[in-house]
């Protein structure tokens, strides 16, 4: 425990000096090896809470990762050091997410003011919900100064770190006027800014109208959120992008919605972080001996369902 927490220890301080192969062997153990995450973090975190965080979200091929690759073009030029976190919560074994993400986001990889990694849910369950802040704060912590995050799915769980970024865009499709419809309260409520990519497709216009009605019940919380049109593809409209996160930064900048934003994030953290402990001791627990008699007990209607269920928890 010494040797790890020393170790770790030593890590964490390469990164704090800026050091990428520090950084990147950060994340991989923040992802495959518990043991660590709290010393790693622990020597962290006295260096987060500078980074700007933008959330990118959208349905499966939206072009969430052409726009990311788009994005960091544009902000080589503006000389804007900038990571990238791509997450991936399906199944790495139906998605060759990883692969893929490298190759739209390739020319600006190259960069040294450019950082892209790729984190795929491991294939025993559990998500990225709580990886997903850990990651964050080692890439603040390591000096990045704007962090992208992209994800998929709008609203699909009260963990998502993502809809607590600084500043969270949704992508989407023309020809999305339905899903529009199906998800709009979620959308509403998580979007800052909404990019109609693939806008070279038919019915941008009628995506458009329908988010601006949407939109029309009133500025959200003094922010009007803007509709932009991308062609990820062939790097159009997001010049305009950056712009409109650059003004939403200025706007919370302003009306002091920016610490409301980052508290929100270490509380969906914190909560990420007990859920998946709580998961881990409760299949402990469940996999006792012991539990076996307790099953045959309620089978056989010698203890209620609840009294079942106390007596597990009282084992968490
Ligand atoms: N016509 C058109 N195609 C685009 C545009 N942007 C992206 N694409 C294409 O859409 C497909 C999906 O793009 P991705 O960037 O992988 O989408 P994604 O949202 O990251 O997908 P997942 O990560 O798998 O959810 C690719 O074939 C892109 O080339 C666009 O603006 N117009
Ligand atoms: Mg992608």
Same mark, same amino acid.
Request: no cysteine; proline share 8%; aromatic share 0%.
């Given at each position: 425990m010494t040797t790890l927490g020393t170790d770790a220890g030593a890590l964490a301080l390469r990164l704090v000096a800026g050091e990428r192969a520090a950084l990147a062997r950060v994340l991989t153990r923040l992802e495959r090896d518990p043991a660590a995450i709290a010393v790693l973090d622990a020597a962290i975190a006295p260096h987060t809470g500078r980074a700007y965080t933008v959330g990118i979200t959208g349905a499966p091929g939206a072009g969430k990762s052409t726009l990311v690759g788009a994005l960091l073009d544009e902000a080589l030029r503006a000389d804007r050091r900038t990571a990238v976190l791509a997450l991936d919560p399906r199944s790495p074994l139906t998605h060759g997410a990883i692969l893929g993400d490298r190759m739209r986001m390739e @020319?600006?990889?190259? %960069?040294?003011r450019v950082f892209v990694r790729s984190m795929t849910a491991d294939p025993? $369950? $559990?998500?990225l919900s709580a990886t997903t802040p850990l990651a964050v704060r080692a890439l603040d912590a390591a000096g990045w100064p704007w962090i992208l995050i992209e994800t998929v799915g709008? $609203?699909? @769980?009260?963990? %998502?770190v993502v809809e607590a970024a600084a500043t969270t865009i949704v992508v989407l499709n023309p020809g999305w006027g339905d899903e529009v419809q199906a998800v709009k309260a979620g959308l509403l409520e998580v979007a800052d800014v909404f990019v109609i990519n693939k806008?070279?497709? %038919?019915g941008a216009a009628v995506l458009r109208y329908d988010l601006e009605r949407l939109l029309a019940? $009133?500025?959200?919380g003094g922010w009007r959120v803007p509709v932009l049109d991308t062609v990820a593809s062939e790097r159009r409209g997001t010049g305009e992008l950056w712009a409109a996160i650059d003004a939403h930064r200025q706007f919370q900048e302003g009306s002091g919605a920016l610490p409301l934003r980052r508290q929100r994030f270490s509380a969906l953290a914190i909560r990420a972080l007990v859920d998946r402990e709580l998961r881990v001791r409760l299949a402990a627990a469940l996999s006792e001996p012991s539990i076996a008699a307790l099953v045959a007990a309620v089978e056989r209607g010698e203890r209620s369902l609840p009294e079942a269920s106390a007596a597990v928890l009282s084992r968490l």
């Open positions: @020319s600006a990889t190259a %960069d040294p025993h $369950g $559990g998500g709008v $609203g699909q @769980s009260e963990l %998502d806008a070279d497709r %038919d019940a $009133g500025p959200k």
